[in-house]
């Protein structure tokens, strides 16, 4: 109590408030926010008023127009007669479609090639440094235009289509092939997948403890895929096979019926996917190198083989080094996916920017884009944070 | 991407410099020593660089009328190219004086977007072009039901597009681009059956394909598109300025008043005459303009008449061969009339 009090009395000095740096730090804040919020101010009540001046309208009613315009690539029903709001969404999808498509793809095809550049087989290797090589120092926009006129080049028109297997096509419209057409009894069908994958779960789970209490190893994977393939399989037989096809046939221009894959959301998904891929094949190798090769030689040492070791050991670790930046390649991939306005597919951008051409609501179209970017950037970003989380090394 | 930077770059400058923007336009363009002019990124007989680089078009040769009347330079221009995305952004900005870019005047685009039409240098209609080798026996915009169809974004072309199939219960394909080059592209390259666009447009864009003679452009007309110059809502001077050197291009036509014969129009007693060169004495149409009393004379000797600006670069004397048709003066059953200068 005593030297507390010497050292309030003697130690710390009374300062001038002007100098007392806490008083400071908190001045110097007040300071930049009044700043910040006066410019922001300025800013709106600026450009609200020159709006005004110009006689330009503003504000969001124009959502609930009737946007006149068709979106040839529309996952949700959408005519001319939809309002700018339904276009936007319809845009938003596609954004949405393209980017998750295209992270799933990237991803597979990025940790193949990352894992094939640490082979020993030197082809191998070689083959995958080259498509790092390539494909990283290649700007997007090009990518994207060598898939979309590469492929528009090569295909034929729809009457020579290219013949595959199943009733499919390939030609300079786009990929086609057959519908499936459900019958009666098909929800009978998906409740059988999803109780295999409850029953799955359940296995996984049930062989985990007996693994625990007993050291005996189930075939897991050979259980769940039975269950994957036999249960749906099995209530397809018993509602007696309800399924046929809409296959795609030739009609005065282009094909007609079956599914279309058009070229622009081809080009655009297949460009990303490849190109994404390469940065995270360098983030992969980057990972599996990280982790130190004594824990490999330590799991040898206790008696687990090649592959476990690798499950086990050396993906885990890898996986802690591997996320973060794997997380800022899904970021990019999804906002590379707005380069779709160069080629023409209907992505947020394409539908944004024409009905921003034909209401003339600059600022509110732009705010759209920026929001909705942002929202699913952090989206992303927080989905990945919490897979993070739960890899991290839990620390006691 | 582009496009999202100049919107943005649009919003704030409207925040920034809209200030000077929306006042005077005709002393910010005298500060600056040229006229800024909207063009299209290249549409031929329209607004097209020529082999030496110089712009030239109908739509340019407004802008270098309009030059011609502050400067007494046709040269005193400079163009930049936009999209049809692009362009109502920059000209709200104050990014370009004028835009001469064979705009469509809307009701829409006349207030909502605050801009206002100078006039119509070109009536226009839509129409389709089908490459006739790869799709023989269709002669009718009505036979195109099912067809995919290249557009280009932001355009009133795509909504008449849509409107037409649909009143006509047709279906389509749309394939939509941004800029004008991936639209003539993606055609030539067999991506869709059908372009559609103004019929000057097509017309035009025929000549650039790799093989013109295959294509047809089909004779339906399907909407009404007056192509004009536009400049910004709120500066009276700088519209009166651009709509009457419209005016003025076509009186001199009808007055018979061109870039050959000026040196002796500019004798001449008749007082129509006189008063479009400013040759009247006392007059002061040209000093209440804002320019000074010899604007036409300017114009006149720089760029000629409407008609020699029409014949030379989308007439008889173009590659384009587009007959006057509606386009002819209202003297010779056409749609082009000059306002009385007086």
């Given at each position: 109590m005593a030297t507390e009090q010497t050292i309030a009395e003697g130690g710390a000095p009374r300062v001038p408030l002007l100098y007392d740096p806490r008083v400071r730090g908190i001045a110097y804040q007040v300071l930049v926010f009044v700043g910040l919020f006066a410019f922001v101010y300025w800013i709106i009540g600026n450009t609200t008023a020159n709006l005004q001046r110009a006689n330009i309208a503003s504000g969001f009613g124009f959502l609930q127009g009737r946007a006149g315009f068709d979106i040839g690539d529309s996952l949700v029903a959408y005519s001319s007669d939809s309002t700018y709001g339904r276009a936007l969404y319809v845009g938003f999808l596609n954004t949405l479609r393209v980017a998750i498509l295209g992270i799933i793809t990237a991803t597979i095809v990025g940790f193949i090639i990352g894992i094939g550049r640490l082979s020993k087989n030197w082809l191998i290797s070689r083959i995958c440094l080259v498509y790092v090589e390539v494909f990283r120092n290649i700007p997007p926009l090009l990518v994207i235009f060598f898939w979309y006129f590469g492929v528009l080049s090569v295909l034929p028109l729809p009457r020579d289509s290219i013949e595959l297997p199943f009733g499919s096509y390939l030609n300079s419209r786009g990929f086609y092939f057959p519908k499936f057409l459900w019958g009666e009894g098909a929800g009978l069908i998906a409740l059988a997948f999803g109780l295999s994958l409850v029953f799955i779960w359940f296995v996984r789970r049930w062989a985990a403890r007996r693994q625990a209490a007993t050291g005996d190893q189930l075939p897991v994977l050979w259980i769940s895929l039975g269950l994957l393939i036999g249960l749906p399989l099995l209530a397809f037989a018993v509602t007696g096979f309800p399924l046929s096809f809409e296959f795609p046939a030739l009609s005065t221009f282009n094909l007609r019926g079956g599914v279309q894959v058009r070229p622009e959301f081809l080009s655009l998904y297949l460009a990303l996917s490849f190109y994404t891929a390469a940065f995270i094949a360098e983030i992969v190798r980057a990972g599996v190198l990280g982790v130190n090769r004594g824990q490999s030689e330590a799991s040898h040492a206790l008696g687990l083989r090649n592959r476990p070791t690798l499950r086990l050991v050396v993906v885990p670790q890898a996986l802690r080094i591997i996320i973060p930046p794997l997380t800022s390649q899904y970021l990019n991939l999804t906002k590379n996916s707005s380069l779709a306005v160069a080629i023409g597919y209907p992505d947020l951008v394409a539908t944004g920017g024409t009905t921003l051409n034909q209401t003339g609501q600059a600022i509110e179209v732009v705010a759209i884009w920026l929001i909705v970017y942002l929202g699913l950037s952090l989206a992303t970003a927080a989905l990945m944070n919490w897979y993070n989380a739960r890899k991290a090394l839990v620390e006691r | 991407m582009k496009t999202v930077f100049k919107a943005l770059l649009g919003s704030a400058v409207f925040a920034v410099a809209a200030g000077s923007a929306s006042a005077a336009t005709l002393d910010d363009v005298k500060a600056k020593g040229h006229v800024q002019c909207g063009v299209s990124t290249g549409l031929a007989g329209f607004s097209a660089p020529d082999d030496k680089g110089e712009y030239t078009g109908l739509d340019v040769d407004f802008c270098r009328a309009v030059a011609a009347a502050v400067f007494d330079d046709p040269k005193a221009v400079q163009f930049s190219p936009l999209s049809a995305k692009e362009r109502f952004t920059a000209l709200q900005s104050g990014e370009v004086d004028i835009l001469s870019r064979n705009t469509t005047w809307t009701i829409s685009r006349d207030t909502a977007l605050g801009l206002n039409f100078a006039g119509v240098t070109y009536y226009d209609g839509q129409g389709f072009m089908i490459n006739s080798k790869k799709l023989q026996g269709i002669n009718s915009a009505l036979q195109l039901s099912g067809a995919a169809v290249c557009v280009q974004s932001g355009t009133t072309t795509e909504l008449n597009l849509a409107d037409y199939f649909k009143a006509n219960n047709m279906e389509y394909n749309p394939v939509v681009f941004e800029k004008l080059e991936e639209v003539n592209t993606a055609y030539d390259q067999g991506r869709c059956d059908v372009y559609t666009t103004d019929q000057s447009g097509l017309y035009a864009i025929r000549l650039t394909l790799s093989a013109p003679d295959d294509h047809i452009v089909l004779p339906e007309i399907i909407s009404k598109e007056p192509l004009g110059p536009v400049v910004r809502h709120g500066d009276d001077q700088w519209l009166d300025i651009a709509k009457w050197v419209y005016y003025a291009l076509l009186n001199a036509e009808e007055l018979g008043v061109s870039q050959a014969n000026l040196e002796e129009s500019l004798k001449s007693d008749n007082p129509e005459i006189r008063r479009l060169l400013g040759t009247e004495e006392g007059t002061k149409l040209g000093t209440d303009l804002?320019?000074?009393?010899?604007w036409a004379v300017r114009v006149i000797k720089h760029v000629g008449n409407y008609g020699e600006i029409f014949e030379r670069n989308v007439g008889a004397e173009s590659p384009l061969k587009i007959s006057r048709g509606i386009n002819a003066l209202w003297t010779k059953g056409g749609l082009q009339y000059g306002m009385p200068i007086r």
């Open positions: - | 804002g320019l000074t009393n010899d």
